[in-house]
């Protein structure tokens, strides 16, 4: 409605969507929420959009003013809805999808009431969840664009470090970079419970805290509002900086970590980041269409126990219990690469991989990049560096 | 749970919220959300908080490990609170309140299920967003160490300006010292559909885009995925340059806004600002406990018509229906200052009024504090220079 050149995209997702919502057994799908109006429009708007079997979604805006389009619907609130169908002809859906996964139970409850007494709600948030994960060739682009941004930034790292830096002092500056680069800032996560700003940078013992989100690494953060990241630590000789921050160039978002030593590290650091290469190696070779995920988390965790690395396995006083997930216009999107998964990998899912240990007394190692699954196996998004390396200049 | 020092705080929390409970009809309050489980704990955590009529609340957690305290029940699935209290010997609540306005409806379905057949379930979003409209004298606090090192970033901001930035330049320079002052960078926002970095920046005519979202002011962005806030517009002379970011330094977030100029302002820009100034000081004199926040709106109005600067009064090719909001955890909290709000203004209170204009070539002008409601009036929390100060070093 807004963005002309993405009218093929859009029109193939609507495609998509429609397929899926009719194996879904549904006849409509109402998308509330900020991600998939984005997805459905190609911009954010406040509002709401209804996908019937055919043909493009009605957008029913609240704001802003001044959208244009053949199915822009100015509407002041939810009701208003009915009068512009029976306007335009068309019948009240029987059996609608809502975004049940998001939408509030009050929300909910308002827009049910639209349509007629005991009309069967379904739940859309696993089609526009399962429809989301294939991605296409306009959104593989962006995110290459973020991934090479988000490259472009981690390769100035050391020369951002300067002796006497806490940890946040480094992640600030990083932060600033990845700004200066045209990072959007947000992070979008999918479900309510977790909360992040721009990312992490782990030193230290902090790497060790465990978290309250279901994210693979913790740290104590600056406040008990929001217990993660940095902390203030004073990076020290000997410990091991983990840099993990969003690469939200394009609403698109690429997952890197990367990790850089003040001086030099113990041999188990340096050991424990040789596996989780090796990890990512060996998950390389097997991700391809048609693997399970669930094999992808197993290989990795046998081959951390292989190397007697178990207990520092995706955290050490907390342990996450995956080592990958699929990423996108979320940060959190299928498949999640984890012990009791039941999908497959499949051509055009993006996801990220990321084999991470926690030492005691040292910090995080290892390695995170986003891999997009192709007809015969895997491309790395995010080309950079693996080694740990040294913070400072060269 | 976790913070001994705040226990006589979280004490209080408790008892009004128990208080509140009881006017509502509930005999439990099942809280979900993490900005209420901090208000609820003095920590985020995942997992949920049981307030039942008497006591503290019964803390079931899935992360992080190691918490410690004598109601904190460790879960891994929210079937595993009825184990918990049946153990405790606790009778299953009869009348329970979810917070159905920020509970998704699968989450509420899940949770409903644990009670008996038929228990009726209530509303418990507006019990704690009453309770929590009144500032402990703990919460005014951390407003007024907020609202302190807020100010200190905002009189630095003609010296982070150099000829030839971009609003996003300069916005980004801004985002770095807040960032080392302590701020957390994210802002927590009720509802589902705003989003927004850390604030906004806008200069000249972006901010007469308009926004998506119900905020005052709009701004194009720098992507359809979140459009809001600095678009890239060079900064040239006789632009303005409002800054509207959050002060989230202690979890509780200041709101105010300052203005700045590059070269000289037309005069129209000077006496929209004057006219803002006098808005802000009739709405101070009128502001005590018992004054009906539609009143002090319609007083804003008013002196906006009055001058003739009603076209521009809160936004210009799209306007916002507000003037003023309650501040705290979130930045849209009770009361709103609106033309149909209800409440009265009650001691304690914390609210931004932010009486704004924007002039088509020129930008936005006007001011944004926040106060607090005591017996006999308000006080400022943001105390900084409040005329339009010229970007660049003195």
């Not at 000997?238 to 041999?267: A, E």
């Not at 396995?313 to 342990?319: A, E, N």
Request: with cysteine; aromatic share 8%.
């Amino acid at each position: 409605m807004y963005n002309p050149h993405m009218d093929n995209e859009l029109k193939g997702r609507w495609m998509r969507l429609q397929q899926a919502l009719q194996r879904a057994g549904g006849d409509a799908l109402l998308v509330t929420s900020n991600v998939n109006l984005y997805y459905l429009s190609g911009r954010i708007f406040s509002g709401m959009a209804l996908l019937l079997p055919e043909g493009a979604p009605l957008f029913f805006v609240r704001r802003p003013v001044e959208l244009h389009g053949d199915t822009v619907i100015y509407i002041r609130k939810p009701e208003e809805m009915l009068t512009a169908l029976a306007e335009r002809g068309i019948a009240l859906p029987t059996h609608p999808l809502l975004e049940l996964d998001a939408i509030s139970y009050t929300e909910y409850q308002r827009y049910a009431k639209l349509f007629a007494t005991g009309t069967p709600i379904g739940n859309g948030s696993p089609v526009l969840r399962e429809v989301r994960t294939f991605k296409s060739v306009y959104e593989v682009g962006m995110l290459l664009r973020s991934g090479a941004l988000h490259t472009e930034v981690y390769q100035k790292i050391p020369a951002l470090f300067t002796p006497g830096m806490t940890d946040l002092d480094l992640s600030i500056e990083i932060e600033r970079e990845l700004r200066r680069h045209g990072s959007l800032g947000i992070f979008r996560i999918f479900g309510q419970s977790m909360e992040i700003f721009m990312g992490s940078l782990l030193a230290g013992d902090n790497a060790d805290t465990p978290s309250p989100y279901d994210f693979a690494m913790g740290g104590g953060g600056l406040n008990a509002s929001l217990p993660v990241g940095s902390n203030g630590t004073p990076l020290q000789e000997g410990m091991s900086v983990m840099v993990d921050m969003g690469g939200n160039f394009t609403g698109y978002m690429t997952d890197m970590t990367r990790v850089f030593s003040v001086g030099q590290l113990p041999d188990l650091a340096l050991k424990a980041h040789d596996t989780a290469l090796t990890i990512q190696e060996r998950v390389q070779q097997m991700a391809a269409p048609g693997a399970p995920v669930a094999d992808l988390y197993r290989v990795a965790l046998e081959i951390a126990q292989q190397a007697e690395l178990a207990p520092y396995f995706m955290g050490h006083r907390q342990q996450a219990g995956f080592v990958g997930h699929g990423i996108g216009l979320e940060i959190n999107e299928a498949p999640v690469l984890a012990p009791r998964s039941k999908e497959q990998l499949a051509a055009g899912m993006v996801f990220a991989l990321e084999p991470k240990f926690v030492l005691p007394g040292v910090g995080a190692v290892g390695v995170e990049n986003s891999f997009l699954v192709t007809d015969t196996g895997v491309e790395k998004l995010t080309l950079c560096e693996e080694k740990i390396l040294p913070l400072g200049k060269a």
